[in-house]
T-cell receptor, first 111, second 112 residues
Framework: DAKTTQPPSMDCAEGRAANLPCNHS???????VYWYRQIHSQGPQYIIH???NNETNEMASLIITEDRKSSTLILPHATLRDTAVYYC????????????FGGGTRVLVKP | DAGVIQSPRHEVTEMGQEVTLRCKPI?????LFWYRQTMMRGLELLIY????????DSGMPEDRFSAKMPNASFSTLKIQPSEPRDSAVYFC??????????FGQGTRLTVV
């Protein structure tokens, strides 16, 4: 699986959009971009994934650049409960392909 | 569904003792994963199963660790003998066809 690079930490203001970047310059054509988050003392939680088109669900939006070498997770209206470590993972969506977690970005939402 | 259920939530044991962690995956899911999380090493995949069969155990740190999945609704991770360096939070996760993984709340293991 391709390696990802994320900033170790970032702050954002409550109610504002949080834009979390991820670089994956060695991504292959059949690799998807996944985002998970881990709130303190809980297990990781799936947020969203995509291949090349932008994706949106009730939690977030995922913007993938045209060359697919980077992506941005957008939390449209951050709340204090969004404070967590966010993991960007690139993997082949073959059945059973394992999830490998890196260091992630520690996001602190401030009032 | 109640989600992935792990037990116990907390375990404190003495060095040298056997420890068994348990996991009940989401009904109908065909993949089960065991992860370990420490401050130093982050989240590490230990082993995963597909339809109760171990597929990749390359993350299991050593022979003291073993995992079984006797049926689709139950898995165990056993450490024998336990050592202080095994202290960590152990997560179990399950998924359908390996896409979106659902994690349990974890078992915090402390070996003294």
């Amino acid at each position: 699986d391709a390696k990802t690079t994320q900033p170790p930490s970032m702050d954002c203001a409550e109610g504002r959009a949080a834009n979390l970047p991820c670089n994956h310059s060695t991504i292959s054509g059949n690799e998807y971009v996944y985002w998970y988050r881990q709130i303190h003392s809980q297990g990781p939680q799936y947020i969203i994934h995509g291949l090349k088109n932008n994706e949106t669900n009730e939690m977030a939006s995922l913007i993938i650049t045209e060359d697919r070498k980077s992506s941005t997770l957008i939390l449209p209206h951050a709340t204090l409960r969004d404070t967590a470590v966010y993991y960007c993972i690139v993997r082949v969506q073959a059945a059973g392909n394992k999830l490998t977690f890196g260091g992630g970005t520690r996001v602190l939402v401030k009032p | 569904d109640a989600g992935v259920i792990q037990s116990p939530r907390h375990e404190v044991t003495e060095m040298g003792q056997e420890v068994t962690l348990r996991c009940k995956p989401i009904s109908g899911h065909d993949y089960l994963f065991w992860y370990r999380q420490t401050m130093m090493r982050g989240l590490e995949l230990l082993i995963y199963f597909n339809n109760n069969v171990p597929i990749d155990d390359s993350g299991m740190p050593e022979d003291r660790f073993s995992a079984k999945m006797p049926n689709a609704s139950f898995s165990t991770l056993k450490i024998q003998p336990s050592e202080p360096r095994d202290s960590a939070v152990y997560f179990c996760a399950s998924s359908l066809k390996g896409v979106e993984a659902f994690f349990g709340q974890g078992t915090r293991l402390t070996v003294v």
